[in-house]
């Protein structure tokens, strides 16, 4: 089989930077993705998710058939980055490294996923080799909590396991479990007065606020469940009580009982906070992410630690608080993980990616796409979808 190009790939990850694509504003990067594709002899169909988001694109799948016996497996990544996003340039270092130049972000997170999978299918069609069925899914929004894959209607799809390319992890990594995410916002209204003259006429919106993250679990609630409130604002002036204050946080948790039982103690506790004080207190929240896990002795799992061992790499299986479009998947009955795409530092203006490792990660690629299913695995398939 032909190995992954250094050069290629790098190229290939190169033009994939010099396209802005922050989330909902993907349009000209989906257009590139989906010719680099038609190139291939792939079709990638966009479906209509936009519409609910008013995004430049859709979510782009496609399906490569293959000759190899055995249900389709899916590979996932995502067009969009983070901000800031725009004008990145991307810096070649003599060690192979890739940083962006430092305004922006580079955009490994999830273009060099994205590059690793264009690479791994250029080098099986090259060599001839024989592969399984294919199936493709490449999302918007996914940095804005999986907009895109939430609208997506997973019954297009066949394959019931699934490989996204989405983890900041050393090569080898994959994540077996994702968290339940949910976003709130808590609306705290008291009453205004002139701090100078009649502060008594006041209600405080704020006092009921510290009240509030006082009784809370801010950090980490419990072994498997992180809280945090991030921002906080209120107030008109320094001679003012504060008749408003807005405050903005996320929990996230492995069990998503313990998350639901959080969220209702937040609830609980800022109504109480507020009572307490003569103010009145809401909550609005979201349920971003459902939490999932896999079994290490699953097929997908095996299959992949087959995958890393043929490429010389050794696995190493854990878990994230991240999320992924995987959450998604799971939520409609799929069976995935997420694996280290060679990206790092995500999210800042310091991430960067290596070229070694994006070779790895392709090679890994294509031992997946490659791999026979053998029949101990046909019949865990079997069992576990009974």
Known sequence: MTLPDANRLTDQFLAFTKIDSPSFHEGEMAA????????LGIVLHEDDANKYYGSQTGNLYGCWQGTLPGEPILFMGHLDTVEPAYGRHAVLHEDGTITSAGNTVLGADDQSGLAEI???????????????????????????????????????LKARQAYTLDLEAPVGTASLWEPTLISFTVDIRGRSAHAGFNPEKGIN????????????????ADPVTVLNIGMISGGTAVNAVPDHVVMKGELRSRNHEKALSLLQKIQDNAAESAEKIGAKASVDYEIALHEYCIDEKEPVVKRYEAACEKAGIKPVLSGSFGGSDNNQFAQHGGRGIVIASAMYNCH???????????????????????????????????????
């Open 32 to 39: 590139y993705v989906k010719q680099v594709f038609q190139d």
């Open 205 to 220: 919106a704020l006092t009921a606020s510290a009240e509030l993250i006082h009784s809370l679990p801010i950090g980490r």
């Open 348 to 386: 800042t203006v310091h991430e960067y990616t290596r070229i070694s490792d994006m070779v790895q990660v392709a090679r890994i690629v294509m031992n997946l796409m490659t791999m026979e299913e053998d029949e101990k695995d046909e019949a865990a398939v079997t069992v576990s979808d009974q």
């Open 118 to 156: 264009v690479e791994a299918i250029r080098c099986i069609q090259e060599s001839h080799t024989a592969h399984r069925t294919i199936e493709f899914l490449i999302t918007f929004g996914e940095e804005a909590f999986d907009k895109g894959s939430r609208k997506f209607d997973f019954s297009l």
